[in-house]
């Protein structure tokens, strides 16, 4: 089966285990760092992926014919984020969480539900402030999750180079997502 | 309800003497809210960013196929919290798989537990025997056939103008053999790709005629058979044969064991003895077939927890230790011997590549408290 598109063709009751394993695979890694980032506790983000994960494989079969999986996925991952805060009795109302969540998740456009379209041009803003390389050195650690060494070999440089890089980086992306910076972004559009 | 953007100030220590009153209201409420707060704190005195290792990616799924078996279970579980749950479900011991040594790795200085590689023999329809190495560039003409050597193994291609021209004498069988610790990679003259296993004989013919497609098999092997429906491929071992039309499944069919195992990936493959039916394999399912009796069991598993030896893993998921150690001892320089009773029945869970040093392998069936080993020259000596 081939994901291509990030639309998995027939979401049928066909899809085989090893078929969903290719699902799993895809995504499991950029939802748990949405969860994780969300709700910032490891168990309570590995148990919220899980979640989303054995619902779609439940509703294999019922689910509509193109389905978009991946924004399905993040969606349901989203929605039980916020379920959690609720919980706490915490609301994100200026969304300042969630965008942070997606930064973290290096989500895709085809991801972005369209209720969070003015996140999706924050984060974008945010990502757009790291240099190409900073940009590279972070996708390689956060969503292939290749060690610094790695890395560094990767694209040829010292290890020392490439931890000061990611660092840099962290604080650029951090600071653009500061509650002062974004909360003002967001404001406008509600 | 409180507002994030207050707790977020409060991490960065911004809050006004009003906002201040507002917070501990909240968080002195309950228990959870404080608990909240310090790991929301930790978060954020992080400089480096949150990252997902391969391995735990790997257990997360397995953790996936384990929660989605006995999903009931868990659900009433969970209300018991996390803990319980996974303590509960792992009982058999999950393994906790690094990929680096946390210690360094003292070097051994015999070569006794070296893990296997990849070698095999091979015998030629003309009485040649070849030693095949993981850097062989060579390359031999055969009456019929032209026979690469690589670094991806043996391929066999069917010399165009003997097509033509002679008929193909099917009679000519080559053999390839991965003794101990050796395993290999062969693609036949159709194309079809085969992995083979250690202590693994595979027969087959240098080049196929037309008609069936016949190799025979004893030890372990992955297949992926190249499609052609006039031409079925059938897999003999002792016990079964395996008939398929083009396909990818495995097939373990070793001489010491009393049942063949033939997992499918996918496709469709009959199993058969003498021609006669015996059943009909799915993606997803396994057949154990009894080499004496003939019974026969079909089970839904997940197909890739027994083919993915193929790419570079062991994978166990409550195998018992015994059938773990049988496994190991084909691919390790190594003899074992059970010190305690029924400690062969106890059952363990992980992933862990086949390349890697036997004792640093067997240190994460340590880890999980069941089970010590202790070295004796070529000896493993398996204790509580």
């Known amino acids: 089966m081939s994901i291509d598109n990030n639309i998995i063709a027939p979401a049928s009751g066909k899809m085989s285990l090893s078929d969903f394993e290719a699902v799993f695979r895809s995504f499991y890694r950029r939802l748990y760092l949405y969860a994780y980032s969300f709700v910032m506790d490891e168990m309570e983000a590995e148990d919220i992926v899980q979640d989303a994960f054995s619902i779609i494989w439940e509703r294999r079969g019922k689910l509509p014919e193109h389905l978009n999986i991946e924004a399905y996925l993040f969606a349901s991952v989203k929605h039980a984020c916020l379920k959690y805060f609720r919980r706490l009795k915490i609301v994100d109302d200026y969304k300042v969480k969630q965008a942070e969540a997606l930064l973290f998740s290096f989500a895709g456009d085809d991801t972005v539900l369209e209720e969070d379209a003015e996140i999706a041009e924050a984060v974008k803003k945010a990502i757009q402030q790291l240099t190409p390389q900073q940009a590279c050195i972070v996708e390689l650690y956060v969503t292939e999750g290749l060690k610094y060494s790695e890395i560094a070999k990767t694209l040829d440089l010292s290890e020392n180079t490439v931890k000061t890089h990611l660092k840099r980086a962290y604080k650029i992306l951090r600071e653009h997502l500061a509650p002062t910076s974004l909360g003002l972004l967001v404001f406008v559009c509600f | ?384």
């Open chain 2, 1 to 384: 309800m409180i507002n994030w953007s207050l707790l977020r100030k409060k991490i960065d220590g911004k809050l006004s003497d009003a906002e201040m009153q507002i917070f501990k209201d909240w968080v002195d409420e309950r228990p959870e809210r404080q608990k909240f707060m310090e790991r929301a704190e930790k978060f954020y005195a992080k400089d480096e960013m949150p990252v997902v290792e391969q391995q735990q990616e790997d257990k997360a799924w397995m953790r996936f196929i384990e929660f989605r078996k006995t999903k009931t279970i868990y659900k009433q579980l969970r209300r018991w919290g996390n803990i319980a749950a996974a303590v509960i479900l792992f009982a058999g011991a999950w393994l906790l798989l690094r990929q680096e040594p946390v210690e360094p790795v003292v070097q051994e200085a015999s070569s006794a537990f070296e893990p296997g590689e990849v070698k095999a023999v091979l015998r030629t329809s003309r009485g040649e025997v070849l030693k095949l190495g993981k850097n062989d560039q060579r390359q031999i003409r055969d009456r019929q056939a032209v026979i690469k050597m690589d670094s991806a193994g043996i391929t066999y291609e069917i010399v165009v103008a003997v097509e033509k021209v002679i008929s193909i004498d099917e009679n000519l069988h080559d053999t390839i053999n991965t003794y101990h610790g050796g395993e290999y990679m062969l693609r036949l003259s159709d194309g079809t790709r085969v992995w083979l296993n250690a202590e693994t004989e595979l027969i087959y013919p240098v080049a196929f005629a037309g008609g069936e497609r016949r190799v025979k098999l004893s030890g372990e092997a992955y297949f992926e058979v190249t499609k052609d429906e006039r031409n079925p491929f059938i897999v003999e071992t002792e016990g079964v044969d395996i008939k398929v039309l083009g396909t990818s499944f495995n097939v373990c069919a070793y001489d010491d064991d009393e049942v063949v195992r033939t997992t499918l990936s996918t496709g469709k493959v009959q199993l058969q003895k003498k021609n006669k039916k015996i059943c009909v394999l799915n993606p997803d399912q396994q057949a154990v077939v009894n080499k004496k009796s003939g019974e026969f069991e079909v089970m839904d598993i997940q197909s890739s927890f027994y083919t993915r030896w193929h790419e570079g893993y062991f994978i166990f998921r409550g195998n018992t230790l015994k059938e773990i150690m049988k496994t190991l001892s084909r691919w390790y320089e190594m003899s074992y011997e059970f010190a305690a009773e029924e400690l062969d029945q106890e059952k363990f869970y992980g992933i862990v590549s086949r390349y890697g040093e036997m004792k640093e392998l067997l240190r994460a069936f340590e880890s999980t408290g069941k089970v010590r080993f202790e070295y004796q020259d070529n000896k493993v000596v398996i204790k509580r």
